[in-house]
């Protein structure tokens, strides 16, 4: 196998998915020599498989608005992989949703589920509606809609969705509910469920604090204290407040926030009393970040910039979307010191910006080790439902903090360089490899 090759071929075969093909490259960089060793792999074209998803839904979906309108949207499921356990993967509500994000997405899913040790293949779903703007029962009818078309496909042991950007407990609730009354059953086909229907405790905090467990994990390689360094986050959704969170409790500086409109700075860190105004404001009133201004004008709110050239951070957290981090932004936050990155959201990074973190050699932890958090959480979920028990949130969040320090481990293993350095990107994905790898073998030509 030739990535050059293979990626090219690709790009062939599916043109225009500029996302899907930059992950593939990344992926497929990584595990080359590894593939290679093993000729097995390449007479049975194991790598064309593993990149090509099982199978893609798509479908549109009619829905009414408010004033009577009949509004159309775009929707999808990607079934990526199933090898080492059902589909799992959350669902995307965004404008700007399109194939090639979600094949991106399921792809670099079916690599992360392998990494947390539990029984998941990749997945990921979405449409381009965006929840923003809507009313509690325009997002309920949309999410009907969606789940009328799809709720054939899925199942606790087919393909078990969960939330991502612009999917959380409200959505989640109202496919589920839907999904319910189709399937006629009582079941765990998703995750993210609301505690009163088998939801799981920590799972909205999960990402958020698997990310703060692994930087931690990367930290500790170096004798470093979490306590008082200046951690900027960009978002402000479920992944970065519950980062934010955590980071507080655990005595660091977050210096911002942001969300699509522009980013808050506080030079200082937020104090425990701003975050928390900010995490009610998110979390509970679907407002937006530059309201907080009027509540505390000391902090800085920038319209249409990411924080990462505004304010000077030891440790970057990216936990808004893909490709937030170019090369530019790269270079700033080296330039001023910043000496971890550990990505909250799925691919936020550039090749670019990813090349200048590695060549710099500072700690870079990819969102499919560092993220990996959520969906390890959403496999606990599924467990629960599987028992037909709840456990305690200390027992949830001890797994969760067990199952980061185990994929810190896999990184090491596979991305150690010799030097001491450590490759996370490289170690992340040929242990994520490794695992399908050896059970699409296993389980012949499918
Ligand atoms: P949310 O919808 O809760 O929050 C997303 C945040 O990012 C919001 O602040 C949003 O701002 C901002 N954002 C979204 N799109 C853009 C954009 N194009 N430009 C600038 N800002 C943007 O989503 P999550 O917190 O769940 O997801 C954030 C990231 O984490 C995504 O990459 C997701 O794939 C990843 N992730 C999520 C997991 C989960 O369990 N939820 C698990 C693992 C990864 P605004 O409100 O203005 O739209
Ligand atoms: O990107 C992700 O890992 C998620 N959005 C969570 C998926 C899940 O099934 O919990």
């Given at each position: 196998m030739k990535t050059s090759e293979v990626i090219s071929e690709l790009m062939r075969r599916f043109p225009n998915e500029p996302e899907y093909h930059q992950a593939v490259e990344e992926v497929l960089t990584s595990i080359e020599d590894v593939y290679n060793k093993h000729p097995e792999f390449e007479r049975v074209n194991l790598i064309e498989r593993l990149c090509i998803p099982d199978r893609i839904f798509t479908f549109r979906v009619s829905w009414v608005d408010d004033s009577g309108k009949v509004r159309n949207n775009m929707a999808y499921r990607v079934q990526h992989n199933n090898a080492i356990g059902p589909y799992k993967g959350g669902i995307r509500f965004h404008s700007s949703v399109n194939l090639s994000i979600l094949k991106f997405l399921a792809f670099e899913q079916t690599f992360k589920n392998s990494l947390t040790t539990l029984a998941m293949g990749g997945a990921k779903g979405g449409s381009?509606?965006?929840?923003?703007?809507?009313?509690n029962m325009e997002v309920m009818r949309f999410c009907q809609a969606y789940i009328a078309e799809l709720w054939r496909h899925i199942?606790?042991?087919t393909d078990v969705p969960a939330g991502d950007i612009g999917v959380g407990a409200r959505e989640v609730g109202y496919m589920y509910g839907y999904y319910k009354k189709m399937a006629r059953e009582f079941t765990?086909?998703?995750?993210?469920?609301?505690l009163t229907f088998g939801g799981s405790l920590i799972r909205p905090e999960a990402t958020g604090y698997g990310n703060c467990y692994f930087l931690l994990n990367m930290l500790a390689t170096k004798g470093i204290?979490?306590?008082?360094k200046r951690v900027a986050i960009s978002g402000s959704g479920n992944v970065a407040t519950y980062t934010a969170k955590k980071l507080l409790q655990l005595g660091a500086k977050v210096v911002s926030m942001s969300d699509s409109d522009g980013s808050l700075i506080a030079p200082d860190g937020f104090t425990q009393e701003q975050f928390d105004h900010i995490f009610e404001l998110k979390t509970y009133?679907?407002?937006?970040?530059?309201?907080v201004v009027d509540t505390y004008p000391d902090l800085k709110y920038y319209e249409r910039k990411r924080p990462w050239k505004l304010v000077q951070c030891d440790i970057a957290m990216p936990s808004?979307?893909?490709?937030?981090?170019d090369g530019s932004d790269a270079d700033a936050l080296l330039a001023n010191g910043c000496f971890a990155v550990s990505e909250?959201?799925?691919?936020?990074?550039?090749k670019e910006a990813v090349h200048k973190f590695l060549a710099a050699k500072i700690l870079y932890a990819p969102g499919k080790a560092a993220n990996a958090g959520g969906v390890a959480t959403s496999g606990l979920e599924m467990a629960q439902n599987s028992q037909k028990l709840s456990w305690s949130a200390e027992e949830v969040d001890k797994k969760l903090s067990d199952i980061m320090a185990n994929i810190h481990a896999q990184c090491v293993r596979y991305g150690?360089?010799?030097?001491?350095?450590?490759?996370y990107v490289k170690g992340a994905n040929i242990a994520g490899f490794m695992k399908v790898a050896e059970a699409m073998m296993a389980q012949g030509v499918l």
């Open positions: 381009d509606f965006s929840p923003r703007g809507k009313s199942g606790a042991d765990g086909t998703f995750t993210g469920k609301g204290d979490i306590k008082g009133m679907r407002g937006r970040l530059y309201e808004a979307t893909q490709n937030e981090i909250g959201a799925n691919m936020p990074s550039t150690n360089e010799g030097d001491g350095y450590v490759n």
